[in-house]
């Protein structure tokens, strides 16, 4: 475990700071978060979106208290309590606060089962291409291998977008398809400055897709302005997550 990792910037910034700030009252839905992560973002923007009453607590990845150790084994974040009970997993997470809250509005899902299952099948896309490419190009170190990820980035986002029916992915809906691949799109800027990534390189529709992503409230309140620093640690490939892991042994994660 590298020293970096374990002093990583302790606090979220920007926004994303004052929004914790709002959530530090106890509530029967506990929420463990890392500022820093991607995945908790995700369980973060639907909490946001759907207004769901949460208690905001921070977990230093790489430093964990035997608390959160005991109710989530795995001890990734992001991870809830709720009713005495634990879950982890972000899109699982994004789900089960669909189902456990259904009251609150909007919903993440369309009501159609077959529109529904279609937000499915590219939310695991998402997570099986376009994740992965992004973290390969931010992880590769020669120049060769750096421009063939890139070049597979380009190709899962362009696979991707073919698919966005707009505004949004199902359309008028914000739904789970879209906050799947939304904090790489606000991250995106690291590929920008140190890959040579633009947007534009994507193809039609795509620039238009991100800036009406990232222009959402949900996205603004949940995002800060410190990832820069932290992603660094990818870009010189001495990153000690589990992803980074995963991507070093060329495994899913």
Not at 137 to 150: F, Y
């Amino acid at each position: 475990m590298s020293v970096p990792d374990v002093k990583i910037f302790p606090h979220a910034t920007g926004l994303a700071s004052k929004t914790i700030s709002e959530h530090q009252d106890k509530q029967d839905l506990v929420f463990y978060s890392g500022w820093v992560c991607p995945y908790v973002q995700r369980t973060r923007i639907v909490l946001e979106e759907r207004g769901i009453p949460y208690q905001y607590v921070e977990v230093n990845p790489y430093k964990k208290g035997k608390h959160f150790l005991e109710i989530n084994p795995k001890g990734l974040v992001p991870a809830v309590e709720w009713k005495g009970q634990a879950l982890y997993e972000s899109l699982i997470l994004c789900e089960f606060l669909e189902d456990a809250f259904p009251s609150q509005t909007p919903h993440i899902l369309p009501s159609d089962p077959i529109a529904r299952g279609r937000v499915r099948i590219w939310v695991d896309f998402i997570s099986k291409s376009v994740v992965p490419a992004f973290m390969r190009t931010v992880m590769a170190q020669e120049p060769a291998k750096q421009a063939e990820s890139l070049q597979e980035f380009y190709n899962a986002l362009r696979t991707l977008m073919a698919q966005v029916e707009g505004p949004y992915f199902a359309g008028e809906e914000f739904t789970l398809a879209d906050v799947a691949v939304a904090p790489w799109i606000v991250r995106d800027y690291i590929l920008r400055d140190n890959r040579g990534y633009d947007r534009s390189a994507v193809g039609s529709g795509w620039n238009e897709y991100a800036e009406r992503i990232e222009s959402r409230d949900s996205l603004k309140k949940t995002s800060s302005d410190k990832y820069t620093e932290i992603y660094g640690r990818y870009l010189r490939d001495e990153a000690m997550s589990e992803a980074a892991k995963a991507i070093r042994a060329g495994r899913p994660f």
